[in-house]
């Protein structure tokens, strides 16, 4: 039990650590599932754009919103940004940064998948296939209008008895695989840019900004898994002294089995701290009603004085 909840404290205490390395496990998992699709091109003039694009896109969707899931910032930033002002004002400064914070560890995957996609260059021999010129190849001078897009649809199946002793086949794959992966190092190149600029320009700006946003933030975060934390050992020891008062009447056959219930008094310092003035289900929902619609001020002087 010890063990595990050293392993929870580090989870908690490394939350931050802990996403990097989910995004990381995500786009990992995206080039891993890539590799492994059975990529099949319908070499159909009407349904070769929609295949390739719904392969290059369709799954960055999918992982997008796999990377907001499991991000648990998420839901706080949205419970953050819903709640009620209370007594407690909120900070669009750290919401923002929540928000943005989210969205980069969630659009990695996504990314890593397009950049493999267009580098591979299937998905864009797929889709494009039929938008080529075919004045550029010499192969479909002779043939007509329907019989170029019929063969142009047929360039990713290499299989067909159509393209099989077409010359220009293997030159328009190549020429489409050429503008992919230029196109995926483009954007490779891009984001290694932007990433260096943004590394090296943030200390340009307002520091002490960004230093309080990042600390309410993971305020905000932290907060709420201590009051989930107290909220959990509240029911424990609410349960459990439930359950005691449920068996008083039957104290002799508890005797009789060798077990004993505790006298009054005889709780731990703890219990009657967590559940002093919390006797009933009335005034534990209302305990929780007054945290969501009233969060206490961050102001803890008076504490301090008393």
């Given at each position: 039990m010890d063990r595990f909840r050293m392993i929870f404290q580090y989870f908690q205490s490394n939350s931050e650590s802990v996403?990097?390395?989910i995004c990381g496990l995500l786009a990992l998992a995206s080039v891993k599932m890539y590799t492994c699709f059975d990529f099949s091109c319908p070499c159909l003039p009407w349904y070769n754009?929609?295949?390739g694009l719904g392969i290059m896109f369709i799954p960055p969707v999918a992982l997008f919103l796999c990377g907001l899931i499991l991000n648990r910032q998420s839901l706080v930033m949205l419970e953050e940004w819903t709640r009620p002002q209370g007594r407690r004002k909120k900070d669009l400064a750290v919401i923002r940064y929540m928000c943005s914070s989210i969205m980069q560890r969630a659009m990695v995957a996504p990314v890593v998948w397009i950049i493999v996609t267009l580098l591979d260059g299937k998905c864009l021999i797929c889709a494009f296939s039929g938008s080529v010129d075919p004045e550029k190849f010499v192969g479909f001078?002779?043939?007509s209008p329907v019989q170029v897009q019929q063969l142009l649809a047929k360039v990713p199946c290499k299989d067909d008895e159509l393209m099989r002793n077409n010359t220009s086949r293997?030159?328009?794959?190549?020429y489409l695989r050429c503008w992919s992966q230029a196109l995926g190092w483009s954007i490779l190149l891009i984001l290694i840019i932007a990433a260096f600029?943004?590394?090296w320009l943030r200390p340009c700006f307002n520091q002490a900004t960004l230093l309080q946003a990042r600390h309410w933030s993971n305020y905000i975060d932290i907060e709420q898994k201590i009051f989930e934390e107290t909220c959990c050992e509240h029911s424990r020891l609410f349960a459990h002294k439930c359950i005691l008062h449920f068996f008083?009447?039957?104290q002799r056959e508890i005797k009789l089995h060798s077990f004993s219930l505790p006298r009054e008094g005889e709780e731990a310092e703890g219990e009657e701290d967590l559940l002093r003035g919390i006797t009933d289900q009335d005034q534990v929902n209302k305990l929780l009603k007054m945290w969501y619609y009233e969060k206490p001020p961050l102001d803890v002087s008076q504490v301090t004085q008393r």
């Open positions: 996403m990097n390395g754009m929609a295949y001078a002779n043939a293997k030159a328009v794959s190549r600029l943004a590394r008083e009447s039957m």
